[in-house]
């Protein structure tokens, strides 16, 4: 009796599993890889053979051998906010160390909060040059069938920052955006003065899901807990500082005693502007979203009291994993990619560039 690789203590090899199946190397290698020419009624005598033999295949020495590269695109929101401007650094960055690892990273701009247009890019994106892509915009229907449309084409799809999960979208790659907006509501809370308080919630768009999930979380906590606190309507800066400046006065005349300030998205430079300009930045409590060079100034100077934040490195490593991982068809190291949501004050602030 022959022993198999498996009974004789050896690694099986693919010369094991075309001897099992009876069938030749190069079939072997074609259901591997997923090749077409071969019958189904083979492919189940390889597939049936590879686990008899408990045959572990060496992705990496595979993709080495046949020489590929994985190409990995981004679709970033076009915004001057520099949360996006520090994942645009991100990926260039880590495309640098990658390109050693047959990885090749690149990024697009589409104009923020614009599902047409992201739905266009998509459905003109060509799965012979793209192997996955990572989505930060809006959830619509548009998007969501351009999504599916891609996945039925053999594209990865991650949803990066903002989750798409209407979609066929393959994983999620950010914070909770619940729980980020809970944490803002304690925070809030906590930080109000007693007594009856107005707070405005600042978002970049309502098409946004991170943002609704933040505003949803932000009025959990605020119902269950703070009942002298009255939350008013959202209003939408888009991500543009001059707009969000220009809208904030009427939301203060409108509303005259705001006494606490939620801003769920990235873009405090019209905030802070608006703030300062009408010295009302130690008088009101603010509680932003996004550790950048800007809202660490004003935590520095008390403009901001409190800054929910996610590292940008951490997201773009982990987008890369994962797509990395959906490409091989293996398992996703779901502690690994879990998004920390960090907390910081004007007293735990990390140093600059890690001095």
Known sequence: MVKTGRDAGLKPTVNDIARVAGVSLATVDRVLNDRPGVRSITIERVHRAIQDLGYVRDTAAANLARGRVYRFHFLLPESENEFVASLENQITELSKVLSFERTQLSFELVPAFDPQAMAQILTRMDPEEVDGVAIFGPET???????????????????????????????????????????????????????????LVIT????????????????????????????????????????????????????????????????????????????????????????????????????????????????????????????????????????????????????????
């Not at 996945?151 to 920052?161: D, E, I, T, Y």
């Not at 998004?339 to 140093?351: A, T």
């Open 141 to 199: 229907p548009s998007v969501r069938d351009a999504i599916d449309q891609i996945k039925k084409r053999g594209v990865s799809v991650v949803a990066l920052v903002s989750d798409l999960p209407s979609s066929e979208r393959d994983y999620f790659v950010g914070i909770d955006n619940i729980a980020a907006g809970r944490t803002a509501g304690q925070l809030m809370g906590h930080f109000l003065p007693s007594g009856p308080n107005k707070v």
């Open 204 to 355: 970049g768009s309502m098409l946004a899901r991170d943002h609704l999930e933040r505003r949803l979380g932000f009025d959990q906590v605020i119902t269950e807990s703070f009942d002298q606190v009255e939350v008013l309507p959202s209003i939408e800066g888009r991500d543009d500082p001059d707009l969000l400046e220009s809208l904030l006065p009427g939301a203060f005349e409108m509303t005259p005693d705001i006494t606490g300030i939620y801003s769920s998205a990235a873009g405090n430079a019209g905030l802070i502007n608006f703030l300062r300009q009408n010295n009302l930045d130690h008088k009101i409590i603010v509680v932003g979203h996004e550790l950048t060079p800007l809202s660490r100034n004003a935590l520095e100077h008390d403009t901001f009291n409190a800054i929910i934040s996610q590292d940008t490195g951490h997201l773009i490593r982990s987008t890369v994993r994962v797509l990395r991982a959906k490409s091989d068809s293996l398992p996703i190291n779901l502690p690994q990619e879990r998004i920390r949501i960090d907390v910081y004050l004007k007293e735990n602030m990390p140093p600059i560039d890690g001095r």
